[in-house]
């Protein structure tokens, strides 16, 4: 199955929520955007959906410079996170919601089984969100269980006493790492479906990142303020992300917060970064403004949807040849040449 074929797909089971334009980028036009009025948010961003539209801008803004005339050499990509080797450092971000945002086509199970299993197979890692309506079911642990652990779980920012319990459970799916989606604190669905989920203070994080052995993301970090005080909590992991627009309206895109909080946290804790990324192009300037790794949404969501794991594989593949092309127009033979030389 071709990328083609699996974007036709996602279009038709997704109608109505997503029209899988050819560049995904937010505008107010779009299908998925304009103010909801207590309608569930679909694909879209929250509000006006500024912050949506502002991760596309700012990637957009950076332009990038080739550099061509060097013995040529095959780019490496390969990399690892926490001792786990990986064909590419761009990963499935974190979702959830299938009934309520994307269509309702597949399950949730299914949804979560084709992000671990494709990414499994691409050589990358699948990480999946939470829920209100599937909770119950733990659908990602489940996922990651069924692939034998090479997975990562971020759930909401629920009662402590809840996160304690389903770190554990994550523990014993084999999960590679777990964590918390901070941005979900002010989530209305959540509160509906009486599963309230809060803001959390120091003190909860750390008792949440001492209770387990497993690396903790701290999802959702936008400010300065935020990235201090995550350093304190003893996480290993702060993925800067707006949660592609969906949480807090009129935002800076997450290309632009990398310059504000990379002199932060670099060298302290491991840096992810997702919010707009379409294509390698994008990946590459999120790596040369500092993040370790980058995550994908949206893409890898309709690639999971329209064609299951070997979809998911597919946007994968995509992305990580994307990345290599980058790298060989801009004079980058491995990760760690990837800074801001390659910017004009
Ligand atoms: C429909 C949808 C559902 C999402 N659900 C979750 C979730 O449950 N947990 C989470 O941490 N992030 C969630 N996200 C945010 C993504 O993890 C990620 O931050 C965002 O999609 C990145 O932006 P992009 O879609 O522009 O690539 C969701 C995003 C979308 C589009």
Same mark, same amino acid.
């Given at each position: ?11 038709e ?13 937010g ?12 309608k ?6 929250i509000?006006?959906?500024?912050t949506f539209?502002?991760?596309i ?14 013995p040529?050499?095959e780019?490496?990509?390969k ?7 990986v064909?590419f450092?761009? &990963?499935c971000s ?6 309520i945002?994307?269509?309702?086509n ?10 671990m299993q494709? #990414? *499994?197979a ?18 990602g ?12 779980q971020i759930f ?7 996160l304690?319990s ?19 604190a ?11 989920? &809060?803001?959390?203070s ?13 690396? &903790?993301?701290?999802k ?15 996480c290993?992991?702060v ?10 309206? #009129? ?12 002199p ?6 491991v840096?992810t970064a997702d919010g ?8 590459l300037?999120?790596l040369?403004?500092?993040?370790? &790794? ?10 999971a949807i329209?064609g ?14 994307d990345?290599? *092309? ?19």
């Amino acid at each position: 199955m071709d990328l083609t074929e699996v974007r036709e797909k996602a279009l038709e089971r997704m109608k109505g929520v997503c029209a899988v334009y050819k560049v995904c980028d937010g505008r107010p036009d779009r299908l998925c955007q304009g103010i909801k009025y207590g309608k569930p948010l679909g694909m879209g961003g929250i509000g006006k959906g500024m912050t949506f539209a502002a991760n596309i801008e700012a990637l957009d803004r950076l332009q990038l410079k080739s550099r061509l005339i060097a013995p040529h050499t095959e780019p490496q990509i390969k990399t690892s996170f926490f001792g786990h080797d990986v064909a590419f450092p761009i &990963f499935c971000s974190s979702m959830s919601g299938v009934k309520i945002s994307m269509g309702g086509n597949i399950s949730e199970l299914e949804f979560a089984q084709a992000v671990m299993q494709g #990414c *499994k197979a691409a050589g990358t890692i699948g990480f999946m969100g939470d829920t209100a309506d599937t909770f119950a079911d733990r659908p990602g642990l489940q996922a990651i269980r069924e692939a034998g652990g090479w997975g990562v779980q971020i759930f909401k920012p629920r009662e402590q006493a809840v996160l304690l319990s389903v770190i554990k459970e994550a523990e014993q799916a084999g999960a590679l790492a777990v964590g918390l989606d901070l941005d979900g604190a002010g989530s209305v669905p959540m509160a509906l479906r009486g599963q309230p989920v &809060f803001r959390k203070s120091v003190s909860e994080l750390k008792e949440l990142v001492q209770s387990t052995s497993l690396p &903790f993301i701290l999802k959702g970090i936008t400010g300065e303020e935020d990235a201090a005080a995550a350093l304190e909590t003893g996480c290993k992991v702060v993925a800067l992300s707006n949660h592609g627009g969906r949480t807090l309206d #009129c935002q800076l895109g997450i290309a632009d917060v990398l310059p504000r909080l990379v002199p932060i946290l670099k060298g302290k804790v491991v840096i992810t970064a997702d919010g707009g990324i379409r294509t390698g192009f994008d990946a590459l300037k999120m790596l040369a403004l500092g993040a370790d &790794f980058v995550m994908v949404g949206r893409e890898f969501l309709r690639a999971a949807i329209g064609g299951g794991a070997e979809g998911v594989a597919a946007e994968a593949e995509f992305l990580s040849q994307d990345l290599r *092309k980058a790298m060989i127009m801009t004079g980058c033979n491995s990760l760690s040449d990837i800074d801001g030389h390659v910017f004009a």
